[in-house]
């Protein structure tokens, strides 16, 4: 069953450091999504990706978060200067042709110290 | 604005009956969704339902849809311990899901 990835499962940062946290959605998906969870708080919605740009994003999609699709496979998102509460865990999801039915990975736990 | 809320936790014996309520505030949401979180692990897709339907039945899962109350609930017939995890409800916003705080289902034995 096709399955969406995330590397790395758990990444260790000092403040101020960027991260890449990469995807490797469904292979015949059109839509991307990050989103995070901070711990014991609910999954809140970064930013969705389609057609090679950003459709939407929230208020914590700031000018430190970017995405990007390098290739055909990966879907990427980096934070340039990461801080403490950005510590959460992050999920990719992808979607078919509707824009609705969003299937996750596992998820890379981030830790800024 | 777009909120989703749910009780924060359930406890039930293995056998019975489970079940999850959810209430949501976007009456154009096409689509409600509940989804599975185990320790440590993603989320898993369990279960949607079209906002024009009053119930999905799938195996041990059935999901009930008030829309007039904007209420869904997931009810899990013959719990098992296996059962235990996080459960979030889930609407669909412009581009986007919008996720409740999540319901901790504990399934003692």
């Known amino acids: 069953e096709p399955e969406v990835t995330q590397t790395p499962s758990h990444q260790v940062t000092q403040m101020g450091q960027e991260v890449i946290l990469r995807c490797v959605p469904i292979?015949?998906?059109?839509?991307f999504y990050w989103y995070r969870q901070i711990l014991g708080q609910k999954v809140e919605f970064l930013v969705s990706?389609?057609?090679?740009?950003?459709?939407?994003k929230s208020e914590i999609f700031d000018d430190q978060f970017s995405v990007e699709r390098p290739d055909g496979s990966n879907f990427t998102l980096k934070i340039r200067s990461t801080k403490l509460e950005d510590s959460a865990m992050y999920f990719c999801?992808?979607?078919?042709?509707?824009?609705?039915?969003?299937?996750f990975g596992p998820g890379t736990r981030l830790t800024v110290l | 604005g777009e909120d989703v809320e749910q009780s924060l936790f359930l406890s039930v014996r293995e056998g019975d009956s489970s079940v999850i309520n959810c209430t949501y505030t976007d009456s154009s949401s096409t689509y409600l969704y509940w989804y599975k979180q185990e320790p440590g692990a993603g989320l898993q897709l369990l279960t949607y339902i079209f906002s024009n339907m009053d119930m999905k039945q799938d195996q041990r899962l059935t999901v009930l849809l008030n829309k007039k109350d904007k209420h869904l609930s997931l009810r899990i017939a013959d719990t098992q311990t296996g059962d235990s995890a996080i459960y979030f409800c889930?609407?669909?916003?412009?581009?986007?899901?919008?996720f409740g705080q999540g319901t901790e289902l504990s399934v003692k034995p």
């Open positions: 889930a609407e669909t916003g412009p581009g986007k899901l919008i």
């Open positions: 990706f389609y057609n090679n740009e950003i459709s939407e």
């Open positions: 999801a992808s979607s078919g042709t509707s824009a609705n039915e969003q299937f």
């Open positions: 292979s015949n998906h059109l839509y």
